[in-house]
T-cell receptor, first 114, second 113 residues
Framework: SQKIEQNSEALNIQEGKTATLTCNYT??????LQWYRQDPGRGPVFLLL?????KEKRKERLKVTFDTTLKQSLFHITASQPADSATYLC?????????????FGTGTQLKVEL | KAGVTQTPRYLIKTRGQQVTLSCSPI?????VSWYQQTPGQGLQFLFE???????NKGNFPGRFSGRQFSNSRSEMNVSTLELGDSALYLC????????????FGSGTQLSVL
């Protein structure tokens, strides 16, 4: 069966450290992968997109890697700040006959402590 | 530019009733997707509409239906509500091309008693 797995336990790190979140998938052949941030009571907000033929993408303090052999994406936040505390969702994009369908993981809660 | 607007923000219904949720996408966006979010299951895809046509559908029972109007606004309907339908329902829009990011609304929190 198809699965998208993210760390179910919350990730607690100290301010200034690098946070690394994992997204593993099985029985998917994604054309691309996206990462979103979600704060309590709000809808997810897009952060980064990486395509299947790309290994790495960066945006300011964020970095995403995509390994289609390992079927894994890693999401890094460098020099983390308390304001980075949120739930982070990965989403796999699969091309279908009717367009493309985005399927989300369950998310990892990140807490950055002072 | 206004974001994705969902109404109502909160809704309380009883089992057996039906409910209609509304979503206004960002101006110029022709694709609207609906997701159900619960603590245990995360974000589950319901369906996507593009130019008034449903082009993708998730694995939900026929009690869940939707439609899109010519101005791209969308509605989602759930009939014969069950306790398990209690969730945050999120609407997201995008222009309609592939790979594009989704812009989400703040959702409608539905409680079924």
């Amino acid at each position: 069966s198809q699965k998208i797995e993210q760390n179910s336990e919350a990730l607690n790190i100290q301010e200034g450290k690098t946070a690394t979140l994992t997204c593993n998938y099985t029985n998917y052949s994604p054309a691309y992968l996206q990462w979103y941030r979600q704060d309590p009571g709000r809808g997810p907000v897009f952060l980064l997109l990486i395509r299947e033929n790309e290994k790495e993408k960066r945006k300011e303090r964020l970095k995403v890697t995509f390994d289609t052999t390992l079927k894994q994406s890693l999401f890094h936040i460098t020099a983390s700040q308390p304001a980075d505390s949120a739930t982070y969702l990965c989403a796999l994009g699969v091309l279908t006959g009717g367009g493309n369908k985005l399927t989300f993981g369950t998310g990892t809660q990140l807490k950055v402590e002072l | 530019k206004a974001g994705v607007t969902q109404t109502p923000r909160y809704l309380i219904k009883t089992r057996g009733q039906q409910v209609t949720l509304s979503c206004s996408p960002i101006s110029g966006h022709r694709s609207v997707s609906w997701y159900q979010q619960t603590p245990g299951q995360g974000l589950q895809f319901l369906f996507e509409y593009f130019s008034e046509t449903q082009r993708n559908k998730g694995n939900f029972p026929g009690r869940f239906s939707g439609r899109q109007f010519s101005n791209s606004r969308s509605e989602m309907n759930v009939s014969t509500l069950e306790l398990g339908d209690s969730a945050l329902y999120l609407c997201a829009s995008r222009k309609g091309g592939s790979n594009e990011k989704l812009f989400f609304g703040s959702g409608t929190q539905l409680s079924v008693l």
